[in-house]
Structures are given as structure tokens and as C-alpha cells.
């Protein structure tokens, strides 16, 4: 069985600084992509960013991009996302997922390559 379990998020002011942690269990971690999610109310979950299973390769969408940055220790079977400059836009709900393909070359945005999935962790930016 596969576990992820997302924790560091909570409230923060604008312009404010979090890091998200996702631990995973029970598959070979090393050999997957790891991917960041978020929800926010009323909207449709989005793509955050995304590491390689070798951790030299990361992908960000525009929202974020210069702001957060990615990375993974895999002795610790440890994804983070290192989050500055929020913004009130950034509130959401976020999931770290595990890719389905090990080795996978191209990173990819589509949620339905990811098939575990962590129970998310709130990130609230006040203004």
C-alpha cells in the first residue's frame, strides 16, 4: 500500500514563506516522479510543479514559477515545496501525488498520470 502524507501548510500573510513536506511509503520511491497539486474553493484542481525521479529535473506552472521551488531527498523518501512570496491567490487545498510510470523521461501536468495520492494540506495567504 502507498501512503503520502502532505504536511507544513497553514496561514499565512501575504508575502509570507511555507514549506510543504510530502513523506511517502510503500513503493520504491526513488523511481517515481513526484507532483504538487493544489484546490482551491469552487475551482478545478491545477497543476503546481513536478520533480523527475532522479530530482534534476523539475517543471512549474506559470503561477508560480520564480516563487516555489521543488526538490526531493530520496534518502529520506521526502518531497518538499518550498513556497515565498504567497499571495492570497495561492490559497487551496495541496496534494503531493506519486507518478503511475516509473523512470518517466517528460515530466507531465495531467493529474491522471498520478495515481497516489496524499489527503492534502490547507495553505491560507491573508491579505
Known amino acids: 500500500q502507498v501512503q503520502l502524507v502532505e504536511s507544513g501548510g497553514g496561514l499565512v500573510q501575504a508575502g509570507g514563506s511555507l514549506r510543504l513536506s510530502c513523506a511517502v511509503s510503500?513503493?520504491?520511491?526513488?523511481?517515481?516522479?513526484i507532483g504538487w497539486f493544489r484546490q482551491a474553493p469552487g475551482k478545478e484542481r491545477e497543476f503546481v510543479a513536478a520533480?523527475?525521479?532522479?530530482?534534476?529535473?523539475?517543471y512549474y506552472a506559470d503561477a508560480v514559477k520564480g516563487r516555489f521551488t521543488i526538490s526531493r531527498d530520496n534518502a529520506k523518501n521526502t518531497v518538499y515545496l518550498q513556497m515565498n512570496s504567497l499571495k492570497p491567490e495561492d490559497t487551496a487545498v495541496y496534494y503531493c501525488?506519486?507518478?503511475?510510470?516509473?523512470?518517466?523521461?517528460?515530466?507531465?501536468?495531467?493529474?491522471?498520470?498520478?495515481?497516489?495520492w496524499g489527503q492534502g494540506t490547507q495553505v491560507t495567504v491573508s491579505s
Open positions: 510503500g513503493r520504491a520511491f526513488k523511481i517515481y516522479a
Open positions: 520533480i523527475n525521479w532522479r530530482g534534476d529535473t523539475t
Open positions: 501525488a506519486a507518478d503511475r510510470s516509473p523512470y518517466r523521461v517528460v515530466l507531465t501536468t495531467d493529474d491522471g498520470a498520478y495515481n497516489y
